[in-house]
Nanobody, 115 residues
């Protein structure tokens, strides 16, 4: 059974930082691409960052230079380091992967940026 479990969200002030984690099981983690998506109230889910199996990355323009995606194959975990957070970053953040042509999602973790 494929499982993706996000953690690390919370309430932070503008300019603050958070580190999100996504622990996976049921997949061969080292060969899959992983992505972080987010969904704000009333908006569509959007791609934030992706990391391929060999480590190359892609970022949305809105967060470029502020967020960093990384992976630890020994721990089957992908991370999203979020710095210089803005109120516009407030959303539920989801971990995603594709395994045998099926998309899998975690339950999401809430990030709220507010003073």
């Amino acid at each position: 059974q494929v499982q993706l479990v996000e953690s690390g969200g919370g309430l932070v002030q503008p300019g603050g930082s958070l580190r999100l984690s996504c622990a996976t099981s049921g997949i061969t983690f080292s060969i899959v691409a992983m992505g972080w998506y987010r969904q704000a109230p009333g908006k569509q889910r959007e791609l934030v960052a992706r990391i391929l199996s060999r480590g190359s990355t892609n970022y949305a323009d809105s967060i470029k230079g502020r967020f960093t995606i990384s992976r630890d194959n020994a721990k089957n975990t992908v991370y999203l380091q979020m710095n210089s957070l803005k109120p516009e970053d407030t959303a539920v953040y989801y971990c995603n992967t594709n395994w045998f042509s099926n998309d899998y999602w975690g339950q999401g973790t809430q990030v709220t940026v507010s003073s």
